[in-house]
């Protein structure tokens, strides 16, 4: 079945640090690619996505491309903010189970003044 | 432009009790699906309703159930509660088009069992 592995966390940076969260996965077809955003207390914020391999999503500085060849996704951001500490997850939809998203255990950005 | 909204926001129940939830989506889409997130664990689903029809369900027993309604808005429900249903139950909305078509997610209801 479909399945996403991400770094474990917390990571822990400080502000104006680069970021890079790893996300693999395992999916029937050609999935779809995304990764969500929940600040604490809240429920689960689109961040970005991409649909296609070499595609590159992008928002408010975050970028993540698509890279078939090694089933990954990972997220990038040159310089984070303490706005950023949240829990990041990275999911997937794939022509296996077109309507579902499966998502990996999230990891916890802590950024620190 | 209202986005997706749940309620209540929190409920406590106690074993063996039974509970809805309430969805509504976002303005312009139609499809529903519910998810649960227990503690510092990812989201699992639970099942997808489109034109009021259950169309995929997740690896959850019958005690859940659903409900959707002529104007898109959805009820889950859950009987017989157990002390390991505790968690944030997600609602998520999303356009139809399958697996392209991003989800967008509510606040979710936090549901305690004791």
């Known amino acids: 079945g479909d399945s996403v592995t991400q770094m474990e966390g917390p990571v822990t940076l400080s502000e104006e640090a680069f970021l890079t969260i790893n996300c693999t996965y395992t999916?029937?077809?050609?999935?779809?690619l995304f990764w969500y955003v929940q600040y604490p207390g809240e429920g689960l914020q689109l961040l970005l996505k991409?649909?296609?391999?070499?595609d590159k999503g992008s928002n408010k500085g975050f970028e993540a491309t698509y890279r078939k060849e090694t089933t990954s996704f990972h997220l990038e951001k040159g310089s984070v903010q303490v706005s950023d500490s949240a829990v990041y997850f990275c999911?997937?939809?794939?022509?296996?189970?077109?309507?579902?998203?499966?998502f990996g255990k999230g990891t916890l950005l802590t950024v620190n003044p | 432009d209202a986005g997706v909204t749940q309620s209540p926001t929190h409920l406590i129940k106690t074993r063996g009790q039974q509970v809805t939830l309430r969805c509504s989506p976002k303005?312009?889409?139609?499809?529903v699906s519910w998810y649960q997130q227990a503690l510092g664990q990812g989201p699992q689903f639970i099942f997808q309703?489109?034109?009021?029809?259950?169309?995929q369900r997740g690896n959850f027993p019958d005690r859940f159930s659903g409900h959707q309604f002529p104007n898109y808005s959805s009820e889950l429900n859950v009987n017989a509660l157990l002390l390991g249903d505790s968690a944030l139950y997600l609602c998520?909305?999303?356009?139809?088009?399958?697996?392209?078509?991003?989800?967008?997610f509510g606040d979710g209801t936090r549901l305690s069992i004791l």
């Open positions: 303005s312009g889409h139609d499809t």
């Open positions: 998520a909305s999303s356009l139809p088009g399958g697996r392209r078509q991003p989800q967008h």
């Open positions: 999911a997937l939809t794939s022509g296996g189970s077109n309507y579902k998203l499966t």
């Open positions: 999916a029937t077809g050609y999935p779809s």
């Open positions: 991409a649909t296609k391999a070499d």
């Open positions: 309703y489109y034109e009021e029809e259950e169309r």
